[in-house]
Nanobody
Framework: VQLQAFGGGLVQPGGSLRLSCAAS????????IGWFRQAPGKEREGVSC????????YYADSVKGRFTISRDNAKNTVYLQMNSLKPEDTAVYYC????????????????WGQGTQVTVSS
């Protein structure tokens, strides 16, 4: 059972990236999947999460209107489309299986896999 995050890179402010979270060993259709990030010197925070049961979503205030989470069950993958990127979005981004999701928060207490680095800089 594994999730792999990829798609990070270096992008200029105002640019876009799409991160992918690919599942292996299980079908993610019925699971909540979350994107989290950790910037240097800061705690890890929930960025965006999507529930498996009804597709409802959570977005951190800092990314609302700029980031979009989606899932492609046929590809067993969850995406995070990031537009209008800002230097403060620079962080290692992780995806996680089965976080607790509600409209106000997304919390994950399990172990972390390898993340993908996103750097927003001119």
């Amino acid at each position: 059972v594994q999730l792999q995050a990829f798609g990070g890179g270096l992008v200029q402010p105002g640019g876009s990236l799409r991160l992918s979270c690919a599942a292996s060993g299980f079908t993610l259709d019925y699971y909540a999947i979350g994107w989290f990030r950790q910037a240097p010197g800061k705690e890890r925070e929930g960025v965006s999460c999507i529930r498996g049961s009804d597709g409802s979503t959570y977005y951190a205030d800092s990314v609302k209107g700029r980031f979009t989470i989606s899932r492609d069950n046929a590809k067993n993958t969850v995406y995070l489309q990031m537009n209008s990127l800002k230097p403060e979005d620079t962080a290692v981004y992780y995806c996680a299986k089965d976080p607790l999701v509600n409209p106000l928060a997304c919390v994950y207490r399990g172990s972390w896999g390898q993340g993908t680095q996103v750097t927003v800089s001119s």
